[in-house]
């Protein structure tokens, strides 16, 4: 199971780090990854971990985004910085055992899914 928090509502500049932590299974060599729908939009890849922890961001978020993974706490992190109105989307956590390294950005490549945490950004 995945539980994502950290959400909320933040002026356009600011910034805010989402958590999910994993219980019931490590997560210690899954790939995982964050992705975000906004409304009336596809969920998309925001930025992931593969397995041999090679790490990779949406070109939107690359230079004020930084994805990280806490194996000790079983956690994963995505630090958001510089936010604007475009980023407002909810925001799902994902992880899976054999997700491979090309299909980090396929949502449908993971097994376990957060329920969500509503990020929105006021302009």
């Known amino acids: 199971q995945l539980q994502a928090s950290g959400g909320g509502l933040v002026q356009a500049g600011g910034s805010l780090r989402l958590s999910c932590a994993a219980s019931g299974r490590t997560i210690n060599r899954h790939a995982v990854a964050w992705f975000r729908q906004a409304p009336g939009m596809e969920r998309k890849f925001v930025a992931g971990?593969?397995?041999?922890?090679?790490?990779f961001y949406t070109d939107s978020v690359k230079g004020r985004t930084t994805i990280s993974k806490d194996n000790a706490r079983n956690t994963v992190y995505l630090q958001m910085n510089s936010l604007g109105p475009e980023d407002t989307a909810v925001y799902y956590c994902t992880a899976g055992s054999s997700v491979i390294s090309s299909n980090l950005a396929n949502q449908d490549a993971y097994a376990y899914w957060g329920q969500g945490t509503q990020v929105t950004v006021s302009s």
């Open positions: 971990i593969n397995r041999s922890g090679g790490i």
